[in-house]
Structures are given as C-alpha cells and as structure tokens.
C-alpha cells in the first residue's frame, strides 16, 4: 500500500479550457453503493478542479459519466441500458464525450464488450482512476480517439483529492478500500482489489474538517470496516478507530458499513456502547443466510451461533440498538430447508430492516461453477415469503416505538404536501409536518404511529 497525494493535472486543464469557448459542463451519475456515491463526488470534485461545471441533466453535458455498480447482473443491464440510451446525445452533439468507470469499469470483459459494441463510449477507468481522469479527457481531445485501457489493480491510496459532496448536512468517509474476504458468490474482491486501510491521520483529519464544516451525519464506509487497520505502520483496529473520532467535540454522530460478522467484535459493541451520544445505535451486520452449511459454501467464516451470540451482546449492552441485514436468496443449491433456516433466523434477530437480493452469478466467482438446482421461479417464491415474514417482524417492531419521542435528523421531503422526512439514529424513517428550512437539523419528534416499517409523528 502506498499513499500518495492529489496533483491537479496543469498540463490536463490548460487541454481543456482550450478545447471550449465557454467552461464545459460534466454529468456524473452513480450507481450501486455509498462507496461509489462517495467516489462519484470526487469525480466531480476532480472536474470542478480543472476547469469544468456541474450539470444535472445528460441533455446539457459536454462530458457523461457514468460511475457503475458490478454487484448483481442487474445493476450492469441497467447501466447498459442507461448508456444505450445516450447513442442519441452523441449522434446530436459529435463533441459529446462519454465516459464509463467504476465497479463494471475494471473488468476486462466490459472494456472488450464497450470496444466492440458501443463505439460512441470515449473513456473508460477504473475505481481507482479519479486522480488520472483529467489526463484521459486531454488525450481523447487531443487525439480525437477513444482511450479505452484495460483495466489494471492499482494499490496506491490518493488523499486531498478534491469533493464536491451532495449534501450539507450527511457525509461519507472512507475509510478504507478493497476487500479481500472473496466471499464465493462475489465480485467486489476483483473488481475492488485488495483490502487497504487509510492513515488513522488522513481519515481524522477529513473527518475534523468535516465536523468544522457542519456535518451532523458521517458514515464511515469500507467493505469490512472490522478489518480496518490491517497493514498499517501501527496497527489500529476499527473499535479503536471509532473510539478516537468520537473523542473529536462536536454535534455530529457517526454511522458506519459494513460490518463482516466474523470480525465484529465485543469491543467495537463496547465502544458504540460508550458512546451514545456520537455513535447511532443501529448495526448494519449482513449475515447472508440461516444456514450453517450454506454459510460455509459461501466462505463468511462464522455459523449462526456466532452470529447470534454477537446479536445477544449488542442487545444487552444497548437495549435500544436495531440491527439490519442483507439476504441471498437462491445461493447455488440453497435446499428448502436451508431457506427456512433464513426464515427462523430473521425471526430471532427481529430485524427493523432487510435488504434482499436474489442470488446472481457472477462469471470469475467461486459460486458461478457451484451446482444451482433450483429454477428462478423457486427463488423468487422463496423471495415473496422471506419479505412477507420481514414486513410482520418490522411492522411490530416499529409499532412498538410508537408514543416515544426521538430525535431526528431531517433529510428531505416527505410523500405528502408539507411533510418532511427524517431519520432516528437507529436508522428509522419518520415523516412529520414541518417547514423544509429545518432539512439538515436535527429536531425532537413524538412518533404518532405507523405503517409496515415507515414512523409518522409530530414535531414538539
Ligand atoms: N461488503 C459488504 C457488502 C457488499 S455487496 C458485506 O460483506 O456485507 C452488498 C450486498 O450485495 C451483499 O451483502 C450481498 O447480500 C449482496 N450480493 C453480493 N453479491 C451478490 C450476488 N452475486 N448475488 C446477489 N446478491 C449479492
Ligand atoms: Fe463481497 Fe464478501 Fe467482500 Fe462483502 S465481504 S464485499 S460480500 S467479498
Ligand atoms: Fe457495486 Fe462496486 Fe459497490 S460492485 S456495490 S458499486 S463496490
């Protein structure tokens, strides 16, 4: 791992400011994960810094960017679909330059897919790219040919490369890159490279600023934030990580994703446990499926058991602590019995919130050659019971915090004239009548009732 710094490309803008009479506008548009969103705001933040504005419509862009997720079969038709449809814009405006990066970005197979078939995508890098993104917009003006490397691993971290962050109020941090826990059924270990931890300097001083600038809500991001520290000079792990950002004064709290179930430990319980006031009580802890066997078979390396026992601890020592979770459906040879073990765990954590997939395949994974018996019409019925049985358990759940009083973070509007919504730090959302001035406060709310897993209330 090797850290080096942002330089803004001199040579890059001078290219740039060259090629239009007027500054050029960019569109960049994210998909998949808050690592991606957060990377999405660097690009415009390295685009900003040599010389372009931003534009919230494809319509009015000199330069398109999309920003890709690669996690599920689904999320790249999407952005195929997304791009097919920019064919038009370029056959319009012939100085139009489009542009593909991320997760998708930095397999070979997509760059050799883009070089055949979608001859109007100019550049394409990968998720460790940003830094060099102004230097790919010069040679392709420059040249006036397409610059379609392939991708390579890139290890170095960039610190202060320049963001230009989408809200005020809520921030994401990162805190680390990569992954190197190859679960089977996963393409982010290829796509993302391996697993390094940024300087417990780089990420207090981001996050100080940060806090100096405003934020109430910072996410600290990393694929398995329990691995933090690994590599580093002085070894530092993600508890003690935490427990030295919360010692920074400030009106702020701190969420952060993902935790891997098998290096969660009582310490870092213990430290959001001492820290009521900067850490939310909300645990993100995807535990994938019930069953021990099919845990195996996807390599996450802890059972149920574990699981449960790290459950119990968090509840005790934060009685009010909600947890949520992400679910396969459909693992290669995943058994009825297997799935209904899904079915009995989901019920003993009682989650307030699950996010559901049905297992994909992904060519170059462990689990793409693993036997898959079952059709897809019997994952998607196992689908529609695994979400009947988690709207029960939510609804009670959130129900049961009706009459109590909590303080909310308002993000946004709600569905309805005059309403706002906001989270609880226990990651709830509630919709309450309010005046849109207090979106980025934080204000005292008594929740009045509910339906399925979405609080309403009044502010007091
Ligand atoms: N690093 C995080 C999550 C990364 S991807 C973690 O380990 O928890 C987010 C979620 O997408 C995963 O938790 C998993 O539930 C889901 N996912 C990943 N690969 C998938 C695939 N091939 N098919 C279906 N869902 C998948
Ligand atoms: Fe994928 Fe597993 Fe890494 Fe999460 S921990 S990114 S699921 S390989
Ligand atoms: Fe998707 Fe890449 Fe995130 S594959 S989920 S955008 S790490």
New binding site residues.
């Given amino acids: 791992m090797n850290t080096i710094e942002y330089k803004r490309s001199s040579t890059a803008a001078e290219v740039i400011a060259a090629a239009y009479e007027t500054p050029p506008m960019a569109y960049v548009r994210s998909f998949g994960?808050q690592q991606n969103a957060n990377e999405g705001e660097r690009i415009k933040g390295v685009l900003t810094d040599v010389g372009y504005g931003v534009c919230n419509s494809p319509e009015e862009a000199d330069l398109i960017l999309f920003n890709t997720c690669a996690?599920?079969e689904h999320a790249e038709q999407r952005v195929f679909g997304n791009i097919g449809a920019l064919k038009k814009l370029k056959e319009q405006n012939k100085g139009l330059i489009i542009g593909l990066c991320g997760c998708m970005a930095q397999q070979p197979h997509i760059v050799e897919k883009l070089r055949q078939s979608y001859s109007f995508v100019d550049i394409v890098f990968g998720v460790n790219g940003i830094d060099t993104l102004p230097e790919l917009i010069a040679r392709k003006l420059q040249s006036r040919r397409r610059v379609l490397d392939t991708p390579v691993e890139r290890l170095d971290i960039v610190e202060e490369m320049p963001i230009r962050r989408d809200s005020s109020f809520r921030a994401w941090l990162p805190i680390m890159y990569g992954?190197d826990?190859f679960?089977t059924?996963?393409?982010?270990p290829y796509v993302r490279g391996r697993e390094r931890s940024r300087t417990p300097e780089a990420i207090l001083a981001e996050f100080r600023q940060l806090v100096q600038e405003g934020y109430k809500e910072i996410t600290l991001l990393g694929?398995?934030v329990n691995s933090y520290g690994k590599g580093l000079p002085v070894p530092m792990d993600f508890a003690d990580l935490l427990q030295m950002l919360c010692q920074v004064p400030g009106d702020y709290h701190i969420r952060f994703m993902?935790s891997?179930p098998k290096d969660a430990s009582h310490k870092l319980i213990d430290v959001m446990a001492a820290n009521p006031d900067h850490i939310c009580n909300h645990l993100h802890l995807?535990v994938?499926c019930g069953s021990d066997r099919v845990l195996k078979e996807m390599n996450r390396h802890y059972t149920v058991e574990h699981y449960l026992e790290l459950i119990d601890y968090a509840r005790a020592k934060m009685p009010d602590i909600t947890f949520s979770s992400?679910?396969?459906v459909g693992f290669p040879g995943e058994t009825e019995e297997d799935f209904e073990m899904t079915l009995d765990l989901i019920r003993k954590v009682k989650y307030m919130q699950l996010?559901t997939?049905?297992?994909?395949?992904?060519t170059g994974?462990k689990?793409a050659v693993m036997p898959d018996p079952y059709t897809h019409k019997d994952k998607t019925e196992r689908m529609a019971r695994l979400l009947a049985a988690q709207d029960e358990i939510a609804s009670e759940q959130v129900a049961a915090l009706v009459g109590q009083t909590r303080t909310v973070l308002v993000e946004g509007f709600g569905r309805g004239d005059g309403l706002l919504n906001g989270r609880l730090r226990n990651n709830l959302v509630v919709e309450f009548a309010g005046d849109a001035a207090l979106i980025g406060t934080e204000v005292q709310v008594e929740l009045t009732g509910s339906r399925m897993a979405m609080l309403s209330g009044h502010m007091v």
Wanted: charged share 15%; net charge positive; proline share 4%.
């Fill in positions: 994960c996690v599920r992954c826990n679960c059924y996963c393409i982010v694929q398995n993902t891997h995807p994938q992400d679910i396969i996010f997939f049905i297992y994909s395949k992904r994974t689990a």
